[in-house]
């Protein structure tokens, strides 16, 4: 930590460090999946961390870290996917997910190629979605997320946060309507 931060009491560092032992995973997949390059995502956990230390003194105890962490994430990497998209746009390496980092189950070569194709109409589309868009619609299908837990996370009311997922999901069917009318 830089020396500029004020440094917490012993016991809240402590309880501090466990936090992130314990959340830093489920953070990193969250900055993935939103970011889609491991990258980035590193930079969001770092940035998500440190913004959590610089007020974990304000904290409310009794509210849950996860949902505390995950919003402070969240925010960091729709500032990241906001500054990429004014800076290059979509596309390309700067921000969509590329086929080779969606699993694959490897079953034959025919399944392969169109998994591939698959992935990347995925990635494309998924790219193509604004970042609020993008954030609410994995944190609704990836994350399992409420739609309250998604509004707290973006700054939204219940019935704007069901909207952005509605919105993503309408745009996600409507670009890859052509991949599952190829389906033989």
């Not at 992130?20 to 590193?42: I, K, P, Y």
């Not at 304000?58 to 996917?81: K, N, V």
């Not at 609020?132 to 837990?149: D, P």
């Not at 009311?157 to 996600?172: E, I, S, T, W």
Request: glycine share 10%; net charge negative; aromatic share 8%.
């Amino acid at each position: 930590m830089e020396g500029s931060e004020a440094a917490l009491p012993g016991d809240a560092e402590e309880v501090f460090r466990r936090l992130v032992e314990e959340h830093s995973r489920m953070v990193f997949r969250l900055a993935f999946r939103l970011t889609g390059n491991e990258q980035d995502a590193e930079d969001v956990v770092q940035e998500a961390f440190l913004k959590a230390y610089r007020s974990f003194g304000s904290f409310d105890s009794r509210a849950s870290f996860g949902t505390w962490i995950h919003s402070i994430a969240s925010h960091c990497a729709i500032d990241l996917l906001r500054r990429r998209s004014r800076r290059a746009g979509w596309g390309g390496s700067d921000g969509a997910l590329e086929a080779e980092d969606l699993p694959s189950h490897r079953p034959g070569p025919e399944a392969l190629a169109r998994g591939a194709e698959a992935g990347a109409a995925v990635a494309e589309a998924l790219a193509g979605l604004s970042p609020n868009e993008r954030t609410a619609f994995v944190l609704r299908h990836f994350e399992g997320q409420t739609i309250e837990v998604i509004g707290r996370t973006l700054g939204l009311g219940d019935n704007a946060a069901k909207q952005a997922v509605f919105r993503a999901v309408h745009k996600l069917r409507r670009r890859l309507s052509p991949l599952l009318e190829a389906e033989p």
